[in-house]
């Protein structure tokens, strides 16, 4: 997905702020979980209970700049989602950024959490190239 950067996501030195990382790892998630398995968020519910960022290069806000996102493990009741932040200029590609989310299946009912339904894990497995 291409990061569409505001003028507020800069900071004071005309770099990306290091908060706005996390936005843009919820927007490609959001798409990347529509896209993967059509996930209704009304139905099947999730907390995100961790983030993980490593900063890498600074990304200027004309940098052409693309997030990459993929389900890297599965488990019961979460899952833990990978991101790359690339710089791509015609054929040569530059990694600005790389981090992770753990989420958990939750019932907001209930105020539990529950197991990863079938139906998102078999359509997330024929979605992601490599098994988890």
């Not at 398995?37 to 890498?56: E, P, S």
């Not at 990304?59 to 791509?88: A, C, F, H, M």
């Not at 209930?110 to 988890?132: D, N």
Request: with cysteine.
């Amino acid at each position: 997905m291409k990061i569409q950067k505001r003028w507020s996501d800069l900071d004071e030195v005309a770099h990306v702020n290091n908060a706005v990382y996390l936005t843009y790892f919820e927007e490609a998630r959001g798409y990347y979980f529509y896209e993967a398995c059509k996930w209704d968020w009304k139905i099947d519910g999730v907390i995100l209970a961790n983030n993980q960022v490593d900063y890498i290069r600074p990304i200027l806000y004309l940098d052409p700049t693309y997030i990459y996102v993929r389900t890297s493990k599965l488990g019961n009741k979460s899952l833990e989602v990978q991101y790359l932040i690339l710089n791509e200029y015609e054929d040569k590609k530059v990694l600005m950024s790389k981090g992770s989310s753990v989420l958990v299946m939750y019932d907001y009912k209930t105020q539990a959490s529950v197991p990863v339904p079938q139906y998102i894990r078999e359509r997330l497995k024929e979605y992601e190239p490599v098994s988890f």
